[in-house]
């Protein structure tokens, strides 16, 4: 595992949208500062705490979808820190085969997740940059772990935001969803100031003064993350609103979210 503070330095004093996050979910990995900046962002989006849960409770549900599909490998890009309703608690809660590999960048994350999954044999923790997928296959948590003959699940929940129009978040899930075989899926969730502009240009605001700034972007544009696979029911939705539990509770909170099935590729 590379040293984690070597890809994102480690200082409390600045806020760090990872961190932040947990605050949102009530989590107890975080400092002043996160909570500082995470108020400053509920006072402008007072609906912030149920927007990330609404996400939260997509990835649990879109990875007990995998598993019903079958797949039961997962490749989880900007994992977050570890907190209830984790990929590896609800997946082998199904399926106790099941292998779960974690990628982060935050040192926090990495370094709490590492101390949860000490003696875990089926999940690891790598700390690595996502835009560099060659470190990220190449880590031998990844690599040693995950069976890249066989379908896998590719996560990228509530992380392209943190990627720049720069790093082409497009063109980088395409090179992740390349080395995967057909019959793996790609779970993908996105914020969006589509419903709220003003609201969430001020939350936009408040990132900027963070260690990664989020950029939202439009349905459009999310869209594309998923070009080139086949849409699962009910296609890109709020987060909210993929395949609900309780369709009373499933109104707009701020998130694109969908799952594509990767077909064939065309090797070069
Ligand atoms: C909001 S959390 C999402 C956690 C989890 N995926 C979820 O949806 O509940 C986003 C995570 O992405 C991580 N992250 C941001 N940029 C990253 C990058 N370039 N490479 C790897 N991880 C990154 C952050 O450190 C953070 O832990």
């Not at 509920?42 to 797949?71: D, I």
């Not at 099941?98 to 089926?122: F, I, K, M, N």
């Not at 019959?183 to 260690?211: F, I, K, N, Q």
Request: glycine residues 8%.
């Amino acid at each position: 595992m590379s040293d984690a503070s070597e890809l994102s330095p480690f200082d409390p004093d600045v806020p760090n949208p990872a961190r932040m996050y947990d605050c949102f979910l009530g989590g107890s990995h975080n400092f002043a500062a996160d909570r500082a900046a995470a108020g400053r962002v509920e006072e402008n989006v007072p609906w912030v705490v149920a927007a990330v849960r609404a996400n939260r409770f997509f990835l649990g549900r879109a990875v007990r979808f995998c598993l019903a599909e079958g797949v039961d490998q997962f490749l989880d890009l900007g994992s977050g820190i570890p907190t209830v309703g984790h990929v590896h608690e609800v997946a082998q809660r199904v399926s106790p085969r099941a292998r779960v590999a974690y990628v982060d960048v935050e040192p926090v994350t990495v370094a709490s997740a590492a101390a949860l999954l000490d003696g875990d044999a089926r999940t690891t923790i790598t700390a690595a940059d996502m835009r560099d997928p060659d470190a990220v296959f190449d880590a031998p948590g990844v690599r040693d772990l995950l069976d890249l003959s066989r379908p896998v699940a590719l996560l990228t929940v509530s992380v392209l935001h943190y990627l720049s129009d720069e790093d082409d978040p497009v063109a980088l899930v395409e090179r992740y969803r390349r080395r995967l075989v057909p019959g793996s899926l790609h779970v993908l969730s996105h914020v969006t100031g589509d419903h709220d502009p003003d609201p969430m240009a001020a939350a936009e605001r408040v990132y900027r003064g963070t260690a990664t700034p989020l950029t939202f972007r439009p349905r459009r544009r999310i869209e594309e993350m998923l070009a080139g696979t086949e849409l699962v029911e009910p296609g890109l939705v709020d987060a909210s609103q993929w395949r609900p539990q309780d369709p009373a509770d499933a109104q707009h909170r701020g998130f694109w979210a969908g799952v594509g099935r990767i077909g064939q590729y065309r090797r070069v």
